[in-house]
Structure formats: structure tokens, C-alpha cells
């Protein structure tokens, strides 16, 4: 199992920029895919975006394509850049990761305690 925190939540008013960071350990990171949910109050949570082992391909939900980029380092991080940011972005945003490029964004094996974003009309 791989253990992952996240960090960089806060609040920001409408069309702000957050970045959240994910950190990995306990296992190789670079043996993991890795993904990006979200929970809204009173919603189940939903997939935001993934990224391959090797970063060569990402995927986006399609609330999120365009403002939203994920990225990866070659040490242990995972990261969420987040851009023109809306009311209906507020959650608690979930780093996840599987040794799966097409689990991790439906059923992945390790989570994070999650990082609260809040958008301000």
C-alpha cells in the first residue's frame, strides 16, 4: 500500500488559482497511477482527473477540462493545478492511487484523508 497526503486546499474567490499537492510514500511512486476525486456536500464523490505511471496521459472530467491540469514529479508528488476556479469547485478534493491507469479512476486502491477547497461567488 502507498500512503498519500494531500495539502494546498483553501478558500478563493471565483475565477482564483489553488494548486494541491499530493504526497506518496511507503511504495514506489513511480509504480502508481494516480488520481484526483472530489465530494461536494450532499453529493457522492466524483473523478476529476488521472495521470499515467510515466505522465505521458492525462484525462479530465469534462467539468474540469480546460481549467484544471494535472501533473507529476519523479520523486513522489502529484499535483492539481487549478484555474478560473468556480462556486460548484467546492469539495474535499481525494488524492488516490493504483497500479491501474483505468482502476485509478474508478475504484482506486489507496486514498488520502482528502483537502478542503472552498470557491467564493
Known amino acids: 500500500q502507498v500512503q498519500l497526503v494531500e495539502s494546498g486546499g483553501g478558500s478563493v474567490q471565483a475565477g482564483g488559482s489553488l494548486r494541491l499537492f499530493c504526497a506518496a510514500s511507503?511504495?514506489?511512486?513511480?509504480?502508481?497511477?494516480m488520481a484526483w476525486f472530489r465530494q461536494a456536500p450532499g453529493k457522492e464523490r466524483e473523478f476529476v482527473a488521472s495521470?499515467?505511471?510515466?505522465?505521458?496521459?492525462t484525462y479530465y472530467a469534462d467539468s474540469v477540462k480546460g481549467r484544471f491540469t494535472i501533473s507529476r514529479d519523479n520523486a513522489n508528488t502529484v499535483y492539481l493545478q487549478m484555474n478560473g476556479l468556480k462556486p460548484e469547485d467546492t469539495a474535499i478534493y481525494y488524492c488516490?492511487?493504483?497500479?491501474?491507469?483505468?482502476?485509478?479512476?474508478?475504484?482506486?486502491?489507496?486514498w488520502g484523508q482528502g483537502t478542503q477547497v472552498t470557491v467564493s461567488s
Open positions: 511507503g511504495r514506489t511512486f513511480s509504480s502508481y497511477a
Open positions: 488516490a492511487a493504483d497500479v491501474s491507469i483505468e482502476r485509478v479512476g474508478l475504484r482506486p486502491g489507496s
Open positions: 495521470i499515467t505511471r510515466s505522465a505521458g496521459s
